[in-house]
């Protein structure tokens, strides 16, 4: 290796690792790297099939489109996805003309960059932040990959520390949602939807099947009545349930706050919350945030969000959408920050095209593969 590209690998390790010296357990790449060529984009849209009708209090649906990103350059591939969502205004479409933007951003790019990168990622176009989170998703896959090494590793992170992670039971007649319990059986802690005037029963329906497994509920903004949602949380905390999430629409700060002010269980802002700019607000509202790389535009932000709430002192989770393994995995990379992980996206679906991340005694487990860690199923 040229001591000019020695240098340049060292100095990205050490950036990666938010480090000036100690690069001890990073072995440094000896491959060779062009300059100026740029990165070589390309997507297209998969649908992904759900194992059970998926509904909410907001909508349901049997499957989704997302939108597979690689970037490529010296003979490495990065991958990203995109899971848009329509709460966000997003659909695949939107997805693809951000993707169009991006093509000769990365045309001219330099992917160990990637911080300077992904601030230009993040200034795309307004909203939008599924597709920024596919090319940032890539970015790092890429970079983690001509390093050689995994991005959990660059980022200085112990993968055993991750939480275990949570399994959702979406909104349905209770007997269906009585099976999905049942079927939740390897899962070791639940999130179970709610929002609905019929709460109460589909609670009972789970407890009937699991009357002792730990229970979170989202109620994805249905609640719209703060003295019923305090009702509601006193009788969900009298039968096990550990923490709220997003009671209420996300324009209702005030109210939220009245709630957390007397809710005996932590309230968590998922809808409130897209990136690092809307915490310092949020965390007079709400106990903990609720991350997820389709909200926040990948994993660079998402790091950013982590590290401003540590320090308000909050909770932080890492949830998903309905998502392939490839942005469960990426997500994985993170979770030894975290206090609550909501991973199950990829569980969801019953033609995931990638494999990464898998699930051992509850808790995702990530692999040693350099990048994400993902393949092609
Ligand atoms: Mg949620």
Same mark, same amino acid.
């Given at each position: 290796?040229?001591?000019?590209?020695?240098?340049?690998?060292?100095?990205?390790?050490?950036?990666?690792?938010?480090?000036?010296?100690?690069?001890?357990?990073?072995?440094?790449?000896?491959?060779?790297?062009?300059?100026?060529?740029?990165?070589?984009?390309?997507?297209?849209?998969?649908?992904?099939?759900?194992?059970?009708?998926?509904?909410?209090?907001?909508?349901?649906?049997?499957?989704?489109?997302?939108?597979?990103?690689?970037?490529?350059?010296?003979?490495?591939?990065? $991958? =990203?996805?995109?899971? !848009?969502? /329509?709460?966000?205004?997003? @659909?695949? %479409?939107?997805?693809?003309?951000?993707?169009? &933007?991006?093509?000769?951003?990365?045309?001219?790019?330099?992917?160990?960059?990637?911080?300077?990168?992904?601030?230009?990622?993040?200034?795309?176009?307004?909203?939008?932040?599924?597709?920024?989170?596919?090319?940032?998703?890539?970015?790092?896959?890429?970079?983690?990959?001509?390093?050689?090494?995994?991005?959990?590793?660059?980022?200085?992170?112990?993968?055993?520390?991750?939480?275990?992670?949570?399994?959702? $039971? =979406?909104?349905?007649? !209770?007997? /269906?949602?009585?099976?999905? @319990?049942? %079927?939740?059986?390897?899962?070791?802690?639940? &999130?179970?939807?709610?929002?609905?005037?019929?709460?109460?029963?589909?609670?009972?329906?789970?407890?009937?099947?699991?009357?002792?497994?730990?229970?979170?509920?989202?109620?994805?903004?249905?609640?719209?009545?703060?003295?019923?949602?305090?009702?509601?949380?006193?009788?969900?905390?009298?039968?096990?349930?550990?923490?709220?999430?997003?009671?209420?629409?996300?324009?209702?700060?005030?109210?939220?706050?009245?709630?957390?002010?007397?809710? !005996?269980?932590?309230?968590?802002?998922?809808?409130?919350?897209?990136?690092?700019?809307?915490?310092?607000?949020?965390?007079?509202?709400?106990?903990?945030?609720?991350?997820?790389?389709?909200?926040?535009?990948?994993?660079?932000?998402?790091?950013?969000?982590?590290?401003?709430?540590?320090?308000?002192?909050?909770?932080?989770?890492?949830?998903?959408?309905?998502?392939?393994?490839?942005?469960?995995?990426?997500?994985?990379?993170?979770?030894?920050?975290?206090?609550?992980?909501?991973?199950?996206?990829?569980?969801?679906?019953?033609?995931?095209?990638?494999?990464?991340?898998?699930?051992?005694?509850?808790?995702?487990?990530?692999?040693?593969?350099?990048?994400?860690?993902?393949?092609?199923?």
């Amino acid at each position: 290796m040229e001591r000019r590209d020695f240098l340049k690998t060292v100095g990205v390790a050490a950036m990666a690792g938010g480090m000036t010296s100690g690069l001890t357990g990073i072995a440094c790449s000896k491959r060779k790297f062009t300059k100026g060529s740029g990165m070589k984009l390309s997507y297209e849209i998969k649908q992904l099939n759900l194992r059970h009708t998926w509904t909410i209090a907001r909508n349901s649906s049997d499957f989704k489109q997302n939108v597979f990103v690689k970037l490529e350059k010296d003979g490495i591939v990065g $991958i =990203g996805e995109a899971a !848009p969502n /329509v709460r966000y205004g997003e @659909t695949p %479409e939107s997805t693809i003309e951000v993707l169009k &933007k991006a093509v000769p951003l990365f045309a001219n790019a330099d992917p160990f960059k990637f911080v300077e990168l992904g601030y230009d990622i993040q200034r795309l176009c307004e909203g939008q932040t599924a597709g920024k989170c596919a090319l940032d998703i890539a970015l790092m896959d890429w970079v983690g990959k001509a390093l050689e090494q995994p991005l959990y590793r660059l980022w200085g992170l112990d993968p055993e520390k991750s939480p275990l992670t949570s399994f959702s $039971i =979406g909104i349905d007649t !209770p007997e /269906v949602m009585a099976q999905k @319990t049942k %079927e939740a059986e390897p899962y070791k802690i639940l &999130k179970v939807k709610v929002g609905k005037p019929e709460d109460e029963e589909f609670i009972k329906a789970v407890r009937s099947v699991a009357p002792y497994k730990p229970i979170r509920v989202d109620a994805n903004e249905g609640w719209t009545d703060k003295d019923v949602a305090i009702r509601k949380i006193e009788w969900l905390v009298e039968n096990g349930v550990e923490f709220i999430e997003q009671p209420m629409p996300s324009h209702m700060l005030e109210e939220t706050r009245w709630l957390r002010d007397r809710s !005996p269980v932590p309230i968590i802002a998922d809808e409130a919350v897209k990136s690092a700019r809307d915490i310092p607000t949020l965390a007079e509202a709400y106990d903990g945030i609720n991350i997820k790389l389709m909200k926040s535009g990948g994993l660079q932000e998402a790091l950013r969000m982590i590290w401003l709430a540590k320090s308000l002192g909050m909770k932080i989770m890492i949830g998903c959408m309905i998502e392939s393994s490839v942005a469960i995995t990426a997500a994985a990379q993170l979770c030894s920050l975290i206090d609550y992980a909501d991973l199950d996206g990829n569980l969801l679906i019953s033609n995931d095209p990638y494999v990464g991340a898998t699930l051992a005694d509850g808790q995702v487990v990530v692999n040693d593969k350099p990048g994400i860690g993902v393949r092609e199923a």
